[in-house]
């Protein structure tokens, strides 16, 4: 059974104090660190919950699973893809979605440029690049980010928020620190190289927050930590 709003209040309190202590400790400012909730997995109620409880924008790893879910949702939402994107899919994802932090390579950007276009409405966009090097998780490498970024700045459709990675699956959390780091690094190189802001950086999920927010980031993608584990029916 999927946790009721009571239970979801208290895990959020939880997250965000987590959030609010490790900006604190890491002399970040109070709020520097948005969150994401993620819904992946699970059922329209958690949609719901976020909303309710003033997060406008969730994250959602599969296309399908989205576009389901939008049908029952408020309109005020804003949606997020998270996971990897087919360029098959991205006609429907630059019409409905708010933002994609997926984008990974040049196909894709020109994908989401011209659905975006015949839309007629601007598509904002993080680049995923695997900060960690982990041949196991999504990305473009980061010697590619350069190429990526020009491409995608060259789009009239497309706004370029930032970047986004995934820690590679380490017990040493400074494995995760690593990655992060690398990312913020590499959003630095790229600002001065092109002259743009990138302020966002999405990183960091339930398991390595703190190591995320002491390297910078903007913006946590959390699940688990708000909805419990997928194992309900």
């Known amino acids: 059974m999927f946790i009721d709003y009571e239970k979801f209040e208290q895990n959020l309190r939880s ?7 490790v900006e604190a400790l890491a002399g970040k400012p109070a709020g520097s660190t948005r969150l994401l909730p993620v819904t992946k997995n699970h059922p329209l109620e958690a949609v719901q919950y976020a909303l309710r409880a003033g997060l406008p924008n969730v994250g959602e790893n599969r296309v399908q699973e989205a576009l389901g879910k939008m049908e029952g949702a408020d309109e005020a939402l804003n949606w997020e893809l998270i996971g990897p994107l087919q360029s ?10 708010y933002r994609v932090q997926s984008v990974d390579r040049a196909k894709i950007v020109n994908a989401l440029q011209r659905h975006a276009e015949e839309a007629d409405r601007t598509l904002r966009i993080l680049l995923q690049i695997n900060a960690g090097n982990d041949p196991a998780k999504s990305g473009a ?3 590619d980010a350069p190429a990526l970024l020009d491409a995608a700045l060259g789009q009239s459709h497309l706004k370029v928020d930032g970047l ?8 040493n959390p400074e494995a995760a ?21 990138l302020s966002e950086l999405s990183m960091g999920m339930s398991g390595d927050i703190a190591e995320a927010i002491v390297e910078g980031s903007t913006m946590v993608r959390v699940g688990t930590a708000l909805y419990g584990e997928r194992n309900y029916k």
């Open 15 to 21: 997250v965000q104090e987590s959030i609010e202590r």
């Open 88 to 97: 098959n899919k991205a006609k429907k994802v630059a019409e409905r979605f």
């Open 141 to 143: 490498r980061l010697e």
């Open 164 to 171: 986004m990675t995934i820690a590679p699956l380490d017990e």
């Open 177 to 197: 620190r690593r990655c992060f780091a690398a990312l913020r690094e590499c959003r630095d190189r790229l600002s001065d190289q092109f002259g743009v802001e």
